[in-house]
Structure formats: structure tokens, C-alpha cells
């Protein structure tokens, strides 16, 4: 009775401190109650460990690199323009005929896997009114492009209105700046 009782108690401290080490451990290591499993359970998750560890390494390096990429890529300026609008139209402007053309040669020279036309106004009209104009000024940019070869199933038109001024002010510069479609392109 005496042995079974010190059995019980050895038993308890022993489980108590497993889980007193497992729980301050950075790893936890499996248990089992023969001594020589132990050595190769707690081995192998060790090395299943070091394996996480690395791969967890190697993850924050590649998000690390990607992100300098990204920053490396904001730097350098993109080859496509945006163009501008006359107030009130979605009209193709002549200027912006000549940036649709170069803008459809990169688009048909470089491989993107999506091309989405913002359209988007100045301030003046009422927010209802600005997307509508938005969207015309989207959809001209796009059949314009594929009149000039660009493939119409990669791009995706979207109207900002007024929404996202390019320039904040209130002023006629300001609104000129604004009444744009922006090109975001997915290489």
C-alpha cells in the first residue's frame, strides 16, 4: 500500500514537471514512458523543429525580399501613362490618343494578366453623376485599347468618381489632374 502510495506521488511530480518544462520549453518534445523512445521522439521533434525553424527563417527572407522588390518597383516609373479628360467628357482627347498608343504597344509587348481602367473626375457634379462620368471614361479608354490590339479579356474597367482626387485642391489645375483614367496593370 505504502509502495502504490509513493508510486502515485512519484508519478504526479514526474507529470507535474513535464508540464512545468513543456510549457516554459520553446519546443515541446513528446514524452512516452520508455526511456529510449524519448531519446528519438524528442530527437526527431528537435529536428522537426529546426526543419520550422528554417522554413519560418526562409519565409521572412523571401517576404523580405519581395517587399524591397515592391519598394525597388514603386521607385521606377511605369511605362504606362495615365491620360486626361476634357470637363464633363469621356471623349478621347488627341493628346491621350498618342499615350493610348504607347500604352497599348507595352500592353501587347509585355505579358499582363490584367489591366484595370480607373476612371475618375474632379469634384464638380454630384457623386451619382461623377461615377456614371467615371465609368464612360473607363469603358472609352477600353474599346479604345482594343481597337488598338490590346486583348479585351484582360482588362477590367472601374469608376472612382470623384472619389480619389489625384490632386486634393479646389482649384482648376486640380480638377484638370483629376478627370483621368489610371492604369493598374498586374504583371
Known amino acids: 500500500m505504502k509502495n502504490d502510495m509513493t508510486r502515485k506521488t512519484l508519478v504526479v511530480v514526474?507529470?507535474?514537471?513535464?508540464?512545468?518544462f513543456a510549457g516554459c520549453a520553446s519546443k515541446k518534445s513528446v514524452v512516452t514512458g520508455d526511456t529510449g523512445k524519448d531519446q528519438g521522439v524528442t530527437a526527431e521533434t528537435d529536428q522537426r523543429g529546426a526543419q520550422e525553424d528554417q522554413a519560418?527563417?526562409?519565409a521572412e527572407k523571401e517576404a523580405l525580399n519581395q517587399s524591397v522588390?515592391?519598394?525597388k518597383m514603386a521607385?521606377?516609373?511605369s511605362p504606362v501613362s495615365d491620360i486626361n479628360f476634357d470637363f464633363d467628357s469621356s471623349a478621347i482627347r488627341p493628346d491621350a490618343r498618342a499615350i493610348l498608343e504607347r500604352n497599348a504597344d507595352y500592353f501587347t509587348k509585355n505579358r499582363a494578366s490584367a489591366i484595370v481602367i480607373e476612371g475618375h473626375c474632379d469634384e464638380q457634379g454630384t457623386a451619382e453623376y461623377n461615377m456614371a462620368l467615371g465609368e464612360r471614361r473607363a469603358q472609352e479608354t477600353k474599346k479604345y485599347l482594343v481597337n488598338l490590339g490590346v486583348n479585351e479579356s484582360l482588362m477590367k474597367?472601374?469608376?472612382?468618381g470623384e472619389e480619389n482626387p489625384l490632386d486634393p485642391a479646389s482649384t482648376?489645375?486640380?480638377?484638370?489632374k483629376n478627370r483621368r483614367a489610371?492604369?493598374?496593370v498586374n504583371p
Not at 474597367?157 to 472612382?160: G, K, W, Y
Not at 482648376?172 to 484638370?176: G, I, Q, V, Y
Open 172 to 176: 482648376e489645375e486640380a480638377w484638370a
Open 182 to 184: 489610371h492604369f493598374v
Open 14 to 20: 514526474l507529470i507535474l514537471s513535464v508540464l512545468v
Open 69 to 71: 522588390d515592391l519598394e
Open 75 to 77: 521607385q521606377v516609373k
Open 56 to 58: 519560418r527563417a526562409d
Open 157 to 160: 474597367t472601374v469608376s472612382f
